[in-house]
């Protein structure tokens, strides 16, 4: 417990980063943002061991939402699960073996151990219960992972390379054009990279119209 708490509700320190980034999506999806993927890396604090507070440095990660973004082709993208998480643990240490065994957590109806290459109980994983998520507003399952930072940073193989986040909030905007239907996606797209403008992050077909008649 803190001695001189900012409020009531930060009134101990933190025994984990998953509340915080819970928050976080929750804010998120009240914003209009459905698909999440979000990450913290932080200081937590466990139970006094001979006296002394126990620190530990942690990763948590978050996943909702699409798993793609909705296109003309496919407008309902799958959702993100288990697999997609244990995805990206894979592409953070290539060529680590990662292995996820079943354990029970409360608040995390399906949960699971991880254990990646040679460390064993690297962290956990599971998937946030649905009455947690709906209180949330969030309305596609919640995937969330924390992990010990001391012993993933064992398995890195190379020095970590990193580009800042964005200090402003991304903005996106419809064009519609009229064009001939045997113009391929490829020709629209050359016409916006072509403008080589620095703040264009990307661009997607999102949907296609065409004029059953023929006329058109």
Same mark, same amino acid.
């Given at each position: 417990?803190?001695?001189?708490p ?10 984990s980063l998953?509340p915080g980034?819970l928050a ?5 999806v009240?914003q209009g943002?459905?698909?999440l993927r979000?990450f913290?890396a932080?200081?937590?604090?466990g =139970? ?5 507070e126990v ?8 996943l909702? #939402?699409p ?7 496919d407008?309902?993208?799958?959702v993100?699960?288990l697999?997609?998480l244990r995805g ?6 290539p060529?680590?073996?990662v292995?996820?065994t079943p354990m029970?957590?409360? #608040?995390?109806?399906l949960?699971?151990?991880?254990? /990646?290459g040679?460390?064993r109980?690297?962290?956990?994983? #599971? /998937? ?5 998520a709906?209180?949330l507003d +969030?309305?596609?399952?919640? +995937?969330? =992972?924390?992990?010990?930072l001391g012993?993933?940073q064992t398995?890195? =193989?190379t020095?970590p390379?990193f580009?800042?986040l964005?200090?402003y909030?991304?903005?996106?905007r ?7 239907v045997?113009?391929?996606h490829a020709?629209l797209?050359n016409?916006f990279g072509a403008q ?5 992050? #990307? ?5 296609v119209?065409t ?6």
């Amino acid at each position: 417990p803190l001695k001189n708490p900012l409020n009531d509700e930060q009134s101990h320190l933190r025994p984990s980063l998953l509340p915080g980034l819970l928050a976080t999506a929750a804010r998120n999806v009240r914003q209009g943002t459905h698909s999440l993927r979000l990450f913290e890396a932080g200081r937590v604090f466990g =139970a006094a061991k001979n006296g002394q507070e126990v620190e530990q440095e942690r990763l948590a990660l978050l996943l909702s #939402g699409p798993a793609v973004v909705a296109s003309w082709c496919d407008p309902q993208p799958p959702v993100a699960d288990l697999h997609d998480l244990r995805g990206l643990v894979e592409a953070l240490f290539p060529g680590q073996t990662v292995a996820l065994t079943p354990m029970t957590l409360p #608040g995390l109806p399906l949960a699971a151990s991880v254990d /990646i290459g040679t460390v064993r109980k690297a962290g956990l994983t #599971g /998937i946030l219960s649905p009455g947690v998520a709906r209180e949330l507003d +969030i309305d596609h399952p919640v +995937i969330v =992972a924390e992990f010990d930072l001391g012993k993933l940073q064992t398995l890195a =193989a190379t020095s970590p390379r990193f580009a800042e986040l964005p200090r402003y909030p991304a903005v996106t905007r419809d064009v519609a054009l009229l064009v001939d239907v045997e113009l391929g996606h490829a020709a629209l797209a050359n016409v916006f990279g072509a403008q080589r403008e620095p703040l264009l992050a #990307g661009c997607s077909l999102f949907d296609v119209f065409t004029d059953a008649s023929g006329d058109r």
